[in-house]
Each structure stands twice: as structure tokens, then as C-alpha cells.
């Protein structure tokens, strides 16, 4: 470091007058240049009837790349010996006034000063000139936004925050030993943000000018932080970082980021501070702790989604690497990580594996889970091997077990596009009990196997869509999807909308299932426009009715009840009514019934117009029975109480 107050660059020149009532002594110094400090334009002025009063004056004055206009000191008693200067109340001028006193030895050229820049801040200072500086300030209560000036512009504004400490000079070396309490700081768009934030920073740097080497430590002791997109609260987390600040780069050359209970990180990186970027970046965990580094970091960033609410466990390894604010490598090391959704709509056991992702070349990978559970369905174990190389992520074939059967997915591709990411596959169900499967959901017992081909699904811009006709087998019958799309799948509200075709369905396997009585034939199902909002149906037009063909066609009374409860008080059964009573089964010619959703209201309809109404079941056969219903406009959520009536509370209606 230069010697402080030298060179002087300006001639000196002093002028003294003397006038009739007053003395003053005029002392023009010029300019003064030091490391890190200039003054131009400087000058010292002594009045009054002793010479008591002085004023310095610098035309501009620069400290640290911050530059004050006419900044001025004023004494109004100057204490002048041989041996010191000293004034027990300056102010100093320097944008605001500051209470100022100080003193000044010659000959050790030792100067000693406090500062007050409100009544309850003191920043002391003590300091020696010789052929190097040495010196301390003291802060007390000191305001931190005081740094505003000095601060790079792109961060955060600081908006509170005291600090109590030492800052100490020694030559070219500077020692910093900060306690930091009440932190706040914001910036307008509200993307990152800190409040009540304490913190120690020790530091220790050497050099001058625009080339330091530096060590510092950090140790987080209260407050929170948002920096989109993470939140964090205080929990005693400390960094430790060492390396230089020169020409407008900073380079880490070892950090290390302790977070308590979850683990640490090593890292070294270089920011590029004209650039306002990261030029590179090397991080390294081992054996990190999934539980409270989800429940401490990433537990704030899903919100909103799936993932937002789990029970996780496991141990985790990764290294990260950043070249010019791109992810070039990821290697990631899974030890049996396991996460629950607290509301039991999702799980994964038992997850093991390493993904070591390039984004220039190829790689491969695998992960492996001893289990799952899908909306309380249990999934087997299962092997998944990746190939990997930039955004696309290849899986040629995994077959997951589910109950009885298994789920076939076969080219999964992904790929990351400027829209988002995206990706498809295709595969097929081996046949599945539906019995298990419905006991598994909570449903009541269905009978049969769930099986069929799953044509090509693609995900793109937080849709999933589906290529072709979706293909189960249910009910001794065919059921067709197509048009699907589902809208945002892991948000908190998916949207689906579809058409669905079932055919030649068993009744009786149907009915049996649902505990609505018994009706034997075949039935087909259209359902056109089909809109979900959260699962629940808010638009569509259905339509069911018997398939075409030669088989039995049976109604028992139980379900001729249920089929009156379900159309209404407007409906009826018109059969012998003296003979109704003597029968629990009906021959039928067809049946059918449609409803057309919308604004919450169905509008209902059968298989053919009645008086006032419409048919919904016609007779045919000894003894044969009718169901007219007449009420067309039903709303729909009582609709699907009367279907819950009958066939979860067994309702018997009584048909008069």
C-alpha cells in the first residue's frame, strides 16, 4: 500500500492577513492521493481571534470508488501545541453532518478520532501513518446502510441492520471481526429478500488497490431469506470461502457451505462482477441427508406442487458443475431415499442409483426402487436404465409390477425444448385382477381384469396427451379413450378433458359390482367432451343404452328401484301394479339413459320420447316393465348424491 498523504501533488501555499478585528490563515494544499482515498482541491482555512477555528474543505473527495462534493470539516476550537492538534467537537460535512472529535500527534503522526452519526452509532478510529498505515475502527451500533455507496449495484438494496466490531489495517493487510444483527434488504421486483437476519463475519484480506486475496467465514445465526426460488430460515449455517478479487473477477478457489443436520458442500466458482454472472462453478456434497435438506430447502420451493408436502429419508451424493452460467455435468449418487405424500396420493421406496449427466457427451445410468405406492396402489420393484446425453433421456423398456399384472412402458424420450420439457412413450397393462385393483383404490369390488395397449402419451408445456386410442379391457367389454389430454397432472387442480367409447360391457358383471341390483345384457357408452377440474366431472354429454345383439335381457325389481331413485321424483315404474309385488324379475326390450353436463345441470334424456317424458327402460317379455322418467333438468350434484344413496347407503325406494 502507498504511504498515506503522499504524494502531495500540488504546491503549498500560505497566505496570511492581517486585518484590523481578524487573523486568518489560508493554507492551499492541492491535491492528495493514498490507496484507496484522493482529495483534490483541498484547503485549510484558520480564523478567529486566536486562530481557533479551522475548516478543511476538499473540492471532491473519494474514498473506496465513493466521491463526495465539497466536503467540509469544521473545528470551532482547535487545541494547537507543538506536540498535537486536537478538537473535542468537529462536524463533519459529507453529505449529512456527523459529530466529530479528534486528535492528532506529530510526531508519531498518530491520529484518533469518534465519530456519532446519530445518537445512539459511534464508529471510533485509531490510526498511526508511517511507511505503512496501521489502524483499527471500532463500530458500535453502527447503521449498515451506510455501505449503500460502496455496494455493487446489482444486489439487493440493504434497507436495516446494525454491526458491532472491528475493522483493523496493517500495511496491506485488512482484518474484519463483524457481529451483524437486524439485516433487511429487498429489491424492487421482490425476488429476493432478508429480514432480522443475524449473522459473525470474520475476514482477512491483503493487498491493495483492485487486487485482494481474502479469507472469509460466516456463520448465519437468526433471520430468513427468499432469493428466488429458495427460502431458508437461520439454523446456524456457516460458509468458509478463500480466495482472490481482482480486475473485476472474483474466484473462489475453496468454499465450504455447512448446513446443520443436512450436510456440507464444497465448492470453488468464479464471478464475473461487470458481467453480473457466474463464470464457473465446481460443487461437491457426499452423504447428504434427504430429509431435512427437503424439509429446509426444497420443501419452500414446491409449493404449489405435488411435492409439497412429504416424508422423506435417505442419503443423497451429487457434483455440479457451471461453465459461463450453463450446468455442463451432474453426477448424482441415490442411497435409499424414500418420500411419502403426507395425503397418501403418492410414494416411492427404497431408491437407489447413480446418474452421471454430460451435457456434451453420453452417459449412462440406472436406478433401481424396492417399491411404490400410487393412490394407495402398491407397485413392485423396479430396475430403470437411463441413457443420457444433453437434454434427452432414453428409457428402452421397465417393467413395473402392479398387484397381479404389470405396467409395460417401452421408448421413453425426453427432451428439453425453449417451450419446456417434453416427453412420450408407450407400452401396455398386463392383464390385472380388478378385484385386487378395486379393493387397493377403496372402491367397491369389481370383477374381471384391467388390461389393454397404451398408445404413444406425450407430455409437453404441462400437458399430457395421448396419440391414438387409449385400449382397456373391463367388464367382458372394451373401453376406448381418445382426444385425452390432462393439463398440469401434478398441480394442485388437473384438468381433463377426453372422449370415451365403451363397448358391449357385461350389465350383470357391472351391476353386481356396484350392488345395484341385477340386470343381464350388454350395454355401450358414449361420453363426448369430457372436462375434469380436480377429478370432478363439469362438462360432458353421455349416453348409454343396450348393445345390438341376441342375449338374455333381465331387470330385477331392486334394480328397477334404483333406476326410479336415480331418475327422480319425476320418474315411475309402470308395470301390472297389482303384480309387481309377486315378481323380482322383468324381461326388457332396451334401456338407456343420457345426460348432457353443463353449468352444473344435466339435461336428461332415454331411448325414446314418452307423454310429458322420456323412456329410460322399455318392457318386452311376461312380465315386462317400464321406467319413464319426466324431470329433464337435474342438477348434477344431486345426481351423484342419489348414485351414492343407492349404491353405497343401500337405499331401498319404495316403487307404489
Not at 426402487?369 to 437434454?391: D, H, N, S
Request: net charge positive.
Amino acid at each position: 500500500m502507498r504511504r498515506w498523504l503522499a504524494p502531495i501533488t500540488a504546491a503549498v501555499v500560505c497566505t496570511v492577513t492581517v486585518a484590523a478585528h481578524a487573523r486568518e490563515v489560508t493554507l492551499d494544499i492541492g491535491d492528495l492521493q493514498a490507496a484507496g482515498l484522493s482529495a483534490q482541491s483541498l484547503r485549510a482555512r484558520l480564523g478567529g481571534e486566536q486562530l481557533q477555528e479551522l475548516t478543511l474543505e476538499a473540492g471532491r473527495l473519494t474514498v473506496a470508488g465513493h466521491t463526495w462534493r465539497t466536503t467540509r470539516l469544521v473545528c470551532p476550537k482547535l487545541e494547537l501545541t507543538s506536540e498535537r492538534a486536537s478538537c473535542a467537537s468537529a462536524t463533519l460535512e459529507a453529505g449529512e453532518k456527523i459529530a466529530l472529535s479528534f486528535s492528532y500527534v506529530f510526531r508519531e503522526r498518530q491520529v484518533l478520532a469518534e465519530l456519532k452519526p446519530s445518537a445512539d452509532e459511534v464508529w471510533r478510529v485509531a490510526g498511526r501513518f508511517g511507511k505503512q498505515v496501521k489502524g483499527e475502527i471500532r463500530l458500535e451500533s453502527a447503521r449498515l446502510t451506510r455501505l449503500l455507496p460502496w455496494l455493487p449495484p446489482d444486489l439487493p438494496k440493504l434497507t436495516g441492520g446494525r454491526a458491532n466490531g472491528t475493522i483493523s489495517v496493517d500495511g496491506d493487510a485488512v482484518k474484519a471481526r463483524l457481529d451483524v444483527a437486524g439485516l433487511a434488504f429487498a429489491d424492487a421486483n421482490g425476488l429476493h429478500a432478508g429480514e432480522k437476519i443475524a449473522a459473525t463475519l470474520e475476514a482477512d484480506a491483503a493487498g491493495g488497490a483492485d487486487d485482494w486475496r481474502w479469507d472469509a467465514r460466516l456463520t448465519w445465526r437468526a433471520g430468513e431469506v427468499f432469493w428466488q426460488p429458495f427460502f431458508m430460515a437461520a439454523n446456524g449455517q456457516r460458509l468458509e470461502a478463500q480466495g482472490t478479487t481482482a480486475r473485476g473477477v472474483t474466484q473462489i478457489r475453496s468454499g465450504t457451505l455447512n448446513l446443520p443436520d443436512v450436510g456440507a458442500v464444497a465448492f470453488a466458482a468464479e464471478w464475473n462482477h461487470p458481467k453480473g454472472a457466474l463464470a464457473s462453478l465446481d460443487a461437491r456434497a457426499k452423504r447428504v441427508r434427504v430429509g431435512p435438506l427437503y424439509e429446509q430447502l426444497l420443501k419452500p420451493v414446491l409449493q404449489g406442487t405435488a411435492l409439497a408436502d412429504l416424508r422423506s429419508e435417505g442419503e443423497a451424493s451429487f457434483g455440479l458443475k457451471i461453465a459461463d452460467s450453463d450446468i455442463t455435468s451432474v453426477d448424482a449418487e441415490l442411497n435409499g431415499v424414500s418420500f411419502e405424500d403426507r395425503q397418501r396420493r403418492f410414494a416411492v421406496f427404497g431408491l437407489s442409483g447413480r446418474i452421471p449427466w454430460r451435457r456434451d457427451d453420453a452417459s449412462t445410468g440406472e436406478l433401481t426402487l424396492k417399491g411404490a405406492e400410487f393412490q394407495k396402489v402398491p407397485l413392485g420393484p423396479v430396475r430403470v436404465p437411463l441413457q443420457m446425453k444433453g437434454t434427452r433421456f432414453t428409457i428402452d423398456q421397465v417393467r413395473v409390477p402392479f398387484l397381479d399384472g404389470a405396467l409395460v412402458l417401452r421408448d421413453f424420450r425426453t427432451i428439453t425444448a425453449p417451450e419446456g420439457r417434453r416427453w412420450r412413450f408407450s407400452g401396455e397393462v398386463e392383464p390385472i385382477s380388478m378385484a385386487q385393483l378395486t379393493q387397493a383404490l377403496g372402491l367397491p369390488v369389481m370383477h374381471g381384469a384391467l388390461g389393454g395397449s397404451i398408445p404413444e402419451l406425450r407430455y409437453r408445456r404441462g400437458t399430457l396427451s395421448i396419440d391414438g386410442a387409449l385400449a382397456v379391457s373391463i367388464f367382458d367389454g372394451t373401453v376406448w379413450v381418445t382426444n385425452l389430454q390432462l393439463i398440469e397432472p401434478f398441480g394442485r387442480a388437473p384438468r381433463l378433458h377426453a372422449d370415451v367409447d365403451m363397448n358391449n360391457l357385461d350389465l350383470e358383471l357391472l351391476t353386481r359390482t356396484f350392488d345395484f341390483g341385477t340386470i343381464t345384457g350388454r350395454i355401450d357408452a358414449r361420453v363426448k367432451g369430457l372436462e375434469l377440474v380436480g377429478w370432478d366431472p363439469v362438462k360432458f354429454d353421455g349416453r348409454l343404452e343396450s348393445s345390438p345383439g341376441d342375449y338374455p335381457r333381465k331387470i330385477s325389481q331392486r334394480a328397477v328401484q334404483n333406476i326410479t331413485a336415480l331418475a327422480g321424483a319425476g320418474a315411475a315404474a309402470a308395470i301390472q301394479r297389482s303384480l309387481l309385488r309377486f315378481f323380482e324379475q322383468f324381461g326388457y326390450q332396451r334401456l338407456g339413459l343420457s345426460c348432457k353436463l353443463q353449468n352444473g345441470v344435466c339435461e336428461m334424456d332415454g331411448i325414446e320420447r314418452a307423454p310429458q317424458g322420456y323412456v329410460i327402460v322399455k318392457g318386452g317379455g311376461i312380465p315386462a316393465i317400464s321406467v319413464i322418467g319426466y324431470n329433464r333438468a337435474v342438477d348434477w350434484r344431486e345426481l351423484v348424491e342419489r348414485l351414492k344413496r343407492i349404491t353405497q347407503e343401500n337405499v331401498k325406494p319404495i316403487v307404489k
